[in-house]
């Protein structure tokens, strides 16, 4: 999929933006319902297994670049605080590798940006655990080494990701890939909803919901 703004160039002021809100968010809702009706299964599949995870006692890793960083942020504060006020649960254990500054900084300084996710990966990571990576283009080069090293590890890997998949999508064990390219904004949107998703299925699954 791919996105153009048709909007008229002439006067009217306001009306043309009018007309790029309403294309950008029609855009985005009609990204959200190809990817509901082809990949539901899929979506529910994740919610299974990280339920799966945090029932066996492990936790959930997530790890993602710039807005995917801030999603990966949302996500485990969802599962780690709450999610909805009207469900009384305990803490579940989920931690965003990219909120450390000083682990983020020595990695890179040290290792190089690369191998930021996946050092954080070998420390925190043990066989049960699940990492859940994010990438627009699915081809981040530490996300990718993040979820290599947590299959080394004994972990599950999940991922979602945009464009064709990209390098990533062979080394999780469930994706979801968003068919849009050119800009990473749509995807992320994406993202955020199949997230708020997965952690409403996870919270009924578990009981809480």
Excluded: W
């Amino acid at each position: 999929m791919t996105q153009q703004c048709n909007c008229s160039e002439g006067g009217g002021g306001s009306g043309r933006y009018e007309e790029l809100v309403l294309e950008r968010m029609l855009y985005s809702a009609r990204l959200k319902e190809t990817v509901a009706r082809r990949d539901s299964d899929i979506i529910a599949a994740m919610a299974t297994m990280i339920t799966e995870t945090f029932r066996n006692g492990g936790k959930v890793l997530l790890c993602g670049n710039g807005g995917s960083a801030a999603d990966a942020q949302h996500l485990a504060a969802e599962l780690t605080i709450r999610y909805r006020s009207s469900v009384n649960r305990p803490a579940l254990p989920a931690i965003a590798l990219s909120t450390d500054t000083s682990a983020l900084t020595a990695g890179a300084n040290d290792l190089g940006f690369d191998e930021v996710f996946s050092r954080l990966a070998e420390a925190y990571g043990r066989p049960g655990d699940l990492m859940l990576g994010l990438s627009t283009s699915g081809n981040s080069p530490n996300v990718l080494k993040a979820l290599q090293t947590s299959r080394t590890l004994g972990m599950k890997t999940l991922a979602l990701l945009g464009g064709d998949g990209g390098t990533i999508k062979p080394h999780a064990d469930l994706a979801v890939v968003v068919p849009h390219t050119g800009s990473a904004d749509r995807t992320q949107e994406c993202h955020i909803a199949i997230g708020h998703v997965i952690v409403e299925l996870v919270e009924s699954m578990m009981g809480y919901g």
